[in-house]
Each structure stands twice: as structure tokens, then as C-alpha cells.
């Protein structure tokens, strides 16, 4: 008998995750079984406002996700390197930031798909520069409208950490994929410490239910000290991006089909 339990590998139509399954008698085990029934749970029937909050690097990795979420909720909070993609596609500078000019257009798509599906999307209002990515180097915080040419946008600033802090106190279901700033290097992870925390806090008061997921998330999730405040933290990183995305998982779908 084969027995899947491995939601982290189960987006991968692999050997072991694939083949066996359509040779032997199968089903799915009970670690898999619980993640999700879980995961279901938060994004199929949630509890409403539900906002989602989206970081990291590129949007070419996640441009599946952000159309998915722009669909299903009603925040979108966009941070990372991402945003800058998103400040450029709405005519800012943004220096020598992170970005991906490529996906101007696609960008340009993201917001007017939330425009039309009722999401509103948050991107920093207000930024923290530096020349250079390194530990205590010298910043300055700026409108997001400002950033030196010679600047990097590094981290999101203290209005828009206000801003997302009342947006979480507004918010009962949480789904939380990626990092706000660059949290590897004190003192870029400000933005995505104080929302963590907060997050956290809120989901220990019963006040929201929270998941997270994805590697670079846990990551940065355990740097804030949040991490076990969270609901649920996903095992998986890209299973679970394919999942949010709304993508079938291979080695779920294969076993369900028999």
C-alpha cells in the first residue's frame, strides 16, 4: 500500500510521490490529512475580514498567488522586494532598489484585477533607505514617493507599520506568505517584526486565526519571536504556495482521482 504524508513534496509529480501512487493501493496519512483539512479551512469558508499578506523577493514567483488572493480577499498586503515592482508600475522611483521591470505590465494587471474584485491592496506609503545592505548602516525614511536615485528601499517605514497594524486589528482570518522588508539585516526587519508580533498577539487573544507558510516566512517569523503565536505554520513551502495559488498538488490530486 502506498501512503502519502508528505504535504511539503505533494507538488512534485514525482516517483515517489506520483508513480507509486497509480500502481498501488493508496490514501493519504494523517499529518497530510490535518494540513489539509486546516489549510481548507482558512481560505475555502473564512472567517471575514480576511487579509493576506504577501512578501519576499520577485513577483515572478508568486504572480499566480497575488491573482489568486486578489480574488478571495479583502486585504492585500504587498511587501518585500515585491513592492518595489509595484511602486515603479505606478510611476515611482525607486533607485537602486530590488525589482523586476519585467513585470511592470504584470503588476499593472494585480491592481487592477483587486480594483475590480473589491480587494484593496496596501503597498508602503512610506519607505526605510540605505546605500547599502548592511548591518546598522545608515537609513533614512522617506515617502515612498522619494527614494534617492542612489538609495535602496530596504524596509517599509513606521507609517506604513501603523497602517498595517490597524488593518490587522480589523482582521479575523490572516494568511501571511513572505517577509516585509529585508529581515535578514538589523534594521530592515522592523516592519515585518512589529506585524508578526502583533499578529501573534492578536491570534493568542482569539481576536483573528493566522496561518503561515514557506521558508523564507518561517524564517522571518522565528527572527520576530512570533512564530508559535501563529494558528498554524505550514510545513511546506512551495507545496504550499501551489496551494494558495489554487494549483492541484499531483500527489494529492492523484490519489483523490483513485
Known sequence: MYVNDAFSVSHRAHGST??????????????????????????????????????????STKIQLLFNLTSKSDNLIIGGGMANTFLQAKGFEIGKSLTQSSMLGVAKEILAKADKSGCRIYLPSDIVVSSELQKNSETEILPATNCPKNSMILDAGPQTI?????????TKTLIWNGPLGAFEVSPFDNATNKAAQLAAELTMNGEMVSVAGGGDTIAALQNSGALSGFSYVSTAGGAFLEWLEGKPLPGISVIMER
Not at 479551512?41 to 520577485?58: D, E, I, W
Not at 501603523?162 to 480589523?170: A, D, G
Request: charged share 20%; aromatic share 2%; hydrophobic share 40%.
Open 18 to 59: 506520483h508513480a507509486l501512487a497509480q500502481l498501488l493501493p493508496n490514501c493519504i496519512g494523517k499529518c497530510l490529512e490535518s494540513e489539509l483539512t486546516t489549510l481548507e479551512s482558512f481560505l475555502s469558508n473564512p472567517t471575514r475580514p480576511l487579509t493576506a499578506v504577501v512578501g519576499g523577493a520577485k513577483i
Open 162 to 170: 501603523t497602517e498595517i497594524q490597524k488593518i490587522l486589528k480589523r
